[in-house]
């Protein structure tokens, strides 16, 4: 079963850069399509990013688009979100989840083998 844990997360100044790592075991990663998502407090779990089990297709929130980028190694089973231009509203809890693919990107509950989370906080 797969199983997922993020890091990378920390304080930032705005218009800093931060890379969130999500490392996989128990099941072949590339057998997944991986996505990231964010939860601001008081706020709903919303979708950041989403790279289909190859690769070859990514899925971005209009919000971070341009300033994020989505990537995977599936040698290392670890999939990446580089986080550029980092603005105080993208502080938030950001978690990596697995499904088939990201058609269902939208809709974050319909993912599974949720990771533990790793906070961000953009803030001078």
């Known amino acids: 079963q797969l199983q997922l844990v993020e890091s990378g997360g920390g304080l930032v100044q705005p218009g800093g850069s931060l890379r969130l790592s999500c490392a996989a075991s128990?099941?072949?990663?590339?057998?997944?399509?991986i996505g990231w998502f964010r939860q601001a407090p008081g706020k709903e779990r919303e979708g950041v990013s989403c790279?289909?089990?190859?690769?070859?297709?990514?899925r971005y929130a209009d919000s971070v688009k341009g300033r994020f980028t989505i990537s995977r190694d599936n040698a290392k089973n670890t999939v990446y979100l580089q986080m550029n231009s980092l603005k105080p509203e993208d502080t938030a809890v950001y978690y990596c989840?697995?499904?088939?693919?990201?058609?269902?990107?939208?809709?974050?509950?319909?993912?599974?083998?949720w990771g533990q989370g790793t906070q961000v906080t953009v803030s001078s």
């Open positions: 989840a697995g499904h088939s693919d990201c058609s269902w990107f939208d809709f974050p509950f319909s993912f599974g083998s």
């Open positions: 128990g099941s072949t990663l590339d057998l997944h399509a």
């Open positions: 790279i289909s089990s190859s690769g070859g297709s990514t």
